[in-house]
């Protein structure tokens, strides 16, 4: 009996305890926080307010007057001095870790005993012009050495001589144009182009597969002038002697021309200069238009149509040659530019993330300028100094951020985007694992009207939170939002009450990130008013007078604007690293599938015939955006349900959100541009600065009518369709729950 009462005893107290536990789970279970990030989030807020409101503007001022005094072309010893001096203040500002990275690529410049110059010559061969060999230099800056005179950089070698021809702004509806209605062949003459409207480099691609023999490029008024302003010092308009530098080559997403693909280390393998990516065949040289003038004036040939009309007071005659009094002269181009291997500099600045420091943030902008770089690229550069000197700041108050933030001062932007690029392939398959981001940080201004974001859809969202939390800078406008002030200014009226946002075409150091490796990435700015102000990026752009004086004189006095691109920069950076959740929307990404694949089927549309003949349908397309649209809807309300006191279920959903973008990343590539990858973006192949939407489409239907094989030109339409109804398929599949 006693043994029968003591095991009795023993189960009583062992029921009692078993119960006494499960009633204590069930309570801490139900009891437990809904939200017990709530803490960390509110303190992420907190920060969030102070990050934003370090950042002040006389110091981005000072920024701006630090890194402009002295020419630092990539590859020489100021912009390396410069570097060191990045890299030794992001220390000073606290970084956990700052490092030099260094590429040894091609880069081009002029012969300082031989210099680049357009000469009219006689019959006997006499020069009767010889154009400006150099800009007039602007007040207070005459001392200054090494000044690089306007060149085309990579241009071919070579004094060609010729008669000219006048092709408008060089794009390829305007030579087919000159071919097709004006019946002019341009095969061995020399051919002027406009600078705006595509990027110069396809310019001379055009010029090449024209059969010119060189081409010269110049700045017209129409196209960099402003309405009622007055050329720099007086006003920010371009002086009749300026001329834009810029590279002309046609890497399609390479880098550095002699190592495609892959890092240019001392160990990489280089092919040799005539196999070159991109290089082109032709001497390329830049002008200014009161140089201009002098080669179009006596112009003979055809009147040109109206829309080929600049604002010079010549009559832009088409050619070929002068007119009969000026017939036996001819032009001459004397270009000796020389193309080296020279090192560059990267600058890396790392915080090391606290709880995920595998998942990497980036805010990139370069830092090599054709002069003093005003605007272009230092406006951004010292955007991003305040930013990391605010972002330590924050570190020495006890703040870190979630995800790892890595800041890039890259070098040799201008000659092709070459430090950016190399970094992407030397670092290419740790991103494509780590990478949630990369915001880039170019000219932070190019206009005094508004604010201008470019980025992939799955960012929409977060700028325009993010734009409600700063203020506008316009005077006037205190205690209105930016976003307010935005939307005021440029609503998207033909898709939705909101503020305008771009696709990102190219033409900046996101390239690799973005195009190559399918990384989400965006990039902000301050611009002008595009419904009025007509010319082409800005007036001084790549010239002499890219000075600081032209920012704090016009553009931007208070460096109010500046400041407001810097949060909007900074705040993203911010959000991405620091949020629990990535701020990411698959939604907007869905919406913005829809509306790409009904503007590719309207261009297709109008060949009907020919869509009916060769039996092509989109309709594989459509359904794989439907799919997308579910896909992405489930994703999101599986969201609201997340238990996000389980970090492994937060980083199985924010894995999810990261790889996104790369899901639209075909390995191949695009058809003759194996670099740019995504299937959903790319520059457009006849204008680099250009985004299109579904590329391989846009592409295989360009100019279509004109094709000699009809029926392989829409096979090909119909190839094209096919990859990206797969690869838009295949991206919603990522967002399903992974089992």
């Given at each position: 009996m006693r043994k029968e009462s003591r095991l009795l005893k023993w189960i009583y107290w062992i029921v009692v305890v078993t119960a006494l536990f499960l009633l204590g789970f069930a309570i801490g279970w139900f009891a437990k926080r809904t939200h017990p990030n709530t803490e960390n989030n509110s303190a992420s807020r907190r920060y969030l307010r102070e990050f934003l409101d370090e950042m002040q503007p006389n110091n981005i001022r000072e920024h701006l007057r630090k890194f402009t005094q002295l020419p630092h072309l990539a590859g020489t010893e100021q912009n390396l001095r410069y570097a060191e001096q990045i890299r030794d203040e992001w220390l000073e500002f606290g970084l956990d870790s700052v490092e030099m990275v260094p590429y040894d690529v091609l880069l081009s410049y002029p012969n300082k005993s031989q210099p680049n110059y357009i000469s009219i010559v006689d019959q006997l061969g006499n020069e009767v012009f010889n154009s400006s060999l150099a800009e007039p230099v602007p007040e207070g800056y005459e001392d200054s050495a090494n000044i690089v005179p306007p060149y085309s950089a990579f241009s071919a070698k070579g004094q060609p001589e010729g008669d000219l021809v006048y092709v408008n702004y060089g794009r390829t509806e305007d030579f087919f144009q000159l071919e097709r209605e004006m019946g002019i062949n341009v095969t061995g003459k020399i051919v002027i182009v406009r600078y705006g409207k595509i990027f110069?480099?396809?310019?001379?691609?055009?010029?090449?597969?024209?059969?010119?023999?060189?081409?010269?490029?110049?700045?017209?008024?129409?196209?960099?002038?402003?309405?009622?302003?007055?050329?720099?010092?007086?006003?920010?308009?371009?002086?009749?002697?300026?001329?834009?530098?810029?590279?002309?080559l046609n890497l399609n997403g390479a880098g550095d021309p002699l190592t495609p693909g892959y890092p240019a280390k001392d160990y990489t393998y280089r092919f040799s200069l005539e196999d070159g990516v991109g290089l082109p065949k032709i001497p390329v040289h830049p002008i200014g238009f009161h140089?201009?003038?002098?080669?179009?004036?006596?112009?003979?040939?055809?009147?040109?149509?109206?829309?080929?009309?600049?604002?010079?007071?010549?009559?832009?005659?088409?050619?070929?040659?002068?007119?009969?009094?000026?017939?036996?002269?001819?032009?001459?181009?004397?270009?000796?530019?020389?193309?080296?291997?020279?090192?560059?500099?990267?600058?890396?600045?790392?915080?090391?993330?606290?709880?995920?420091?595998?998942?990497?943030?980036?805010?990139?902008?370069?830092?090599?300028?054709?002069?003093?770089?005003?605007?272009?690229?230092?406006?951004?550069?010292?955007?991003?100094?305040?930013?990391?000197?605010?972002?330590?700041r924050l570190l020495s108050k006890g703040w870190r951020p979630r995800r790892t933030i890595v800041f890039a001062s890259w070098d040799a932007e201008e000659f092709g985007l070459l430090g950016s690029t190399e970094w992407a392939e030397d670092n290419a398959k740790l991103l494509q694992e780590r990478a949630v981001a990369y915001i880039n940080a170019d000219s932070a201004i190019e206009g005094m009207y508004t604010l201008r974001v470019d980025c992939t859809p799955s960012l929409h969202t977060l700028v325009y939170d993010l734009t409600k939390q700063i203020t506008s800078p316009e005077e006037g406008e205190e205690g209105?939002?930016?976003?307010?002030?935005?939307?005021?200014?440029?609503?998207?009226?033909?898709?939705?009450?909101?503020?305008?946002?771009?696709?990102?075409?190219?033409?900046?150091?996101?390239?690799?990130?973005?195009?190559?490796?399918?990384?989400?990435?965006?990039?902000?700015?301050?611009?002008?008013?595009?419904?009025?102000?007509?010319?082409?990026?800005?007036?001084?752009?790549?010239?002499?007078?890219?000075?600081?004086?032209?920012?704090?004189?016009?553009?931007?006095?208070?460096?109010?604007?500046?400041?407001a691109v810097a949060?909007?920069?900074?705040?993203?950076?911010?959000?991405?690293?620091?949020?629990?959740?990535?701020?990411?929307?698959?939604?907007?990404?869905?919406?913005?599938?829809?509306?790409?694949?009904?503007?590719?089927?309207?261009?297709?549309?109008?060949?009907?015939?020919?869509?009916?003949?060769?039996?092509?349908?989109?309709?594989?397309?459509?359904?794989?955006?439907?799919?997308?649209?579910?896909?992405?809807?489930?994703?999101?309300?599986?969201?609201?349900?997340?238990?996000?006191?389980?970090?492994?279920?937060?980083?199985?959903?924010?894995?999810?959100?990261?790889?996104?973008?790369?899901?639209?990343?075909?390995?191949?590539?695009?058809?003759?541009?194996?670099?740019?990858?995504?299937?959903?973006?790319?520059?457009?192949?006849?204008?680099?600065?250009?985004?299109?939407?579904?590329?391989?489409?846009?592409?295989?239907?360009?100019?279509?009518?004109?094709?000699?094989?009809?029926?392989?030109?829409?096979?090909?339409?119909?190839?094209?369709?096919?990859?990206?109804?797969?690869?838009?398929?295949?991206?919603?599949?990522?967002?399903?729950?992974?089992?």
């Open positions: 110069r480099g396809n310019k001379v691609k055009n010029a090449m597969l024209a059969g010119a023999k060189g081409i010269i490029m110049f700045s017209d008024p129409a196209d960099y002038w402003a309405a009622g302003v007055k050329p720099y010092p007086a006003g920010w308009n371009l002086p009749g002697g300026g001329a834009q530098r810029g590279n002309v140089d201009a003038i002098q080669l179009l004036k006596n112009m003979g040939g055809q009147i040109p149509p109206n829309n080929w009309k600049g604002a010079l007071n010549v009559s832009y005659r088409i050619g070929p040659g002068f007119t009969d009094d000026f017939k036996s002269q001819m032009v001459r181009m004397n270009i000796n530019t020389d193309n080296k291997v020279t090192r560059i500099y990267n600058v890396i600045g790392r915080i090391r993330g606290a709880l995920e420091p595998d998942r990497y943030v980036i805010l990139g902008g370069h830092r090599d300028a054709w002069v003093f770089g005003g605007i272009d690229p230092m406006s951004g550069a010292a955007v991003v100094h305040e930013t990391v000197r605010s972002a330590g209105v939002s930016l976003y307010e002030s935005w939307h005021k200014r440029d609503n998207w009226t033909n898709d939705r009450d909101a503020p305008r946002i771009s696709k990102l075409g190219s033409g900046s150091d996101f390239e690799a990130y973005f195009i190559r490796l399918g990384i989400a990435a965006g990039r902000a700015r301050y611009t002008k008013n595009k419904k009025t102000e007509r010319y082409s990026s800005y007036p001084v752009y790549h010239s002499v007078y890219e000075t600081f004086e032209i920012v704090e004189k016009f553009y931007d006095p208070t460096f109010k604007r500046l400041q949060q909007v920069r900074g705040g993203l950076i911010f959000l991405l690293a620091d949020s629990q959740l990535l701020p990411l929307d698959a939604d907007q990404y869905a919406d913005s599938l829809r509306k790409y694949a009904h503007s590719i089927t309207q261009l297709a549309q109008s060949h009907p015939e020919e869509m009916k003949m060769y039996e092509v349908s989109f309709d594989s397309l459509f359904s794989a955006v439907d799919n997308f649209t579910v896909a992405a809807r489930d994703f999101h309300e599986r969201l609201q349900t997340l238990n996000r006191a389980d970090p492994l279920q937060v980083r199985v959903m924010n894995d999810q959100l990261m790889y996104l973008e790369r899901a639209f990343i075909d390995p191949l590539g695009l058809p003759g541009r194996p670099f740019y990858r995504h299937v959903i973006f790319a520059p457009s192949s006849h204008n680099k600065y250009a985004g299109m939407s579904f590329p391989g489409i846009y592409d295989a239907l360009f100019d279509i009518e004109n094709s000699a094989d009809p029926q392989k030109a829409w096979e090909e339409v119909k190839r094209q369709i096919s990859i990206a109804a797969f690869t838009v398929h295949a991206a919603a599949m990522t967002l399903t729950p992974p089992a």
